[in-house]
């Protein structure tokens, strides 16, 4: 190898190694050169690129295509963090982008740079944050909700105890008195759900058998469900061991989840829970562990999720039920990640719905 060729090799790695996305395109309009990471983001690849015009490459993404002939034109460096969208196959990217001129140590233009960085990290993270922040306000607000309304509910309800005791046994008005005792234990028990929801707690940890909570579950809700011929189908994978969780929380995540699911399906319906162990997954949360997972799949042959309510789902009081508090699946996603877990939904809508939950097998 000569000394150039050395020397070309030397810069070629420096760009292949760089994390952002590098396009080089020359005086003429055409893609001279592109590195591993652009070819990720842009899902085209250098060869398909390699001497064809970047206008073409880019047709879809306007902004870039501006901001490259802006760049070759004046050789003003550009940035543009707003909003930039890369589109590959059925994935949108954002992205950030920076265009620069490329200098001949003479001065001389030959070409431009286009660095691409890939937000979609970042974007997660905010909304991490954004979810975070949702939920202190929420804290806040509960707190203060819980403190103010609870006295009143116990007025209303001791009340309303006197007035059944007043009332002669046979009189009809005693309905509206147990309507009323009723109502107001539910307000309560929102109020107490939304707290426990906004505060932080302990857990107390101990080796719990996932398959006999599960199963305690599904005979409760077989029992609740009994006429509606709702069809259960427990399929655990048997080499599971105890594993280290909150009992009572970990009850209350899968009976929420089964409620739904039992809800969603019609008679004759069927809900399906299964579990198996994931060995080796790498947490994405904190990144640096490898630990054996649980996976608990609870899925149901309901209409399934539209596709644009996905996101709001694990929103506190998001419901599309008439009864519903909108609190079941945000209290879920609390405990899966005091837990150090996850938790994601499939969705198919006409065909039906999973929840899959996932949990470290020790904390
Ligand atoms: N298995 C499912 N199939 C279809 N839709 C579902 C399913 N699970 C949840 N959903 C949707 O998500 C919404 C929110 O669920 P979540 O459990 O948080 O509240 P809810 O069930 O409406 O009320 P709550 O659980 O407080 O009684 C539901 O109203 C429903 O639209
Ligand atoms: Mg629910």
């Known amino acids: 190898m000569t000394q150039e060729e050395k020397t070309r090799e030397f810069y070629a790695n420096i760009i292949d190694s760089v994390g952002d996305g590098v396009i080089v395109i020359d005086t003429a309009g055409r893609v001279a050169l592109m590195n591993p ?7 085209i690849s250098r060869r398909q690129a390699q001497g064809n015009p970047f206008s073409a490459l880019f047709k879809e993404t306007e902004i870039l295509r501006e901001m490259v002939e802006k760049t070759a034109a004046t050789g003003m460096s550009i940035s543009d963090h707003e909003n930039i969208v890369i589109r590959k196959a059925k994935q949108l990217t954002p992205v950030s982008a920076t265009t620069c001129p490329l200098m001949l140590a003479s ?29 202190s306000t929420l804290g806040t607000l509960a707190a203060g909700l819980a403190h103010e309304i609870k006295n009143p509910l116990g007025g209303i309800k001791g009340a309303a105890q006197l007035l059944d005791l007043e009332l002669p046994a046979e009189s009809e008005l005693r309905d509206n008195v147990r309507i009323m005792v009723r109502e107001v234990e539910r307000v309560n028990r929102i109020v107490e759900e939304l707290l426990a929801l906004a505060s932080p707690r302990r857990l107390t940890l101990a080796p719990v058998n996932l398959h006999k909570v599960l199963g305690d579950i599904v005979t409760l809700q077989k029992r609740a469900t009994e006429g509606r011929k709702i069809s259960f189908l427990q399929q655990f994978d048997p080499s599971i061991p105890p594993i280290l969780v909150d009992e009572g929380l970990l009850t209350q995540l899968f009976l929420n989840l089964i409620k739904n699911a039992v809800e ?31 996976a608990v799949e609870v899925s149901d042959d309901g209409p399934g999720i539209p596709k644009e309510q996905l996101d709001q789902l694990f929103t506190p009081f998001f419901t599309t039920k008439a009864k519903g508090t909108g609190l079941g699946l945000a209290i879920c996603q609390k405990i899966v990640s005091e837990h150090r877990g996850m938790i994601k939904v499939d969705s198919d809508p006409g065909k039906g719905t999973t929840f899959t939950v996932m949990v470290p097998l020790i904390q």
Do not use: C
């Open 264 to 294: 969603a399906v019609d008679d004759g319906g069927l809900v399906r829970i299964t579990s198996r162990v994931i060995s080796d997954y790498s947490m994405t949360q904190k990144g640096e562990r490898r630990s054996r997972l649980v």
């Open 37 to 43: 990471a652009a070819e990720e983001i842009t899902g």
């Open 107 to 135: 001065g001389e233009m030959t070409g431009t740079i286009l660095v691409l960085r890939d937000l979609t990290s970042i974007r997660d993270l905010e909304d991490a944050v954004r979810h975070a922040d949702r939920l």
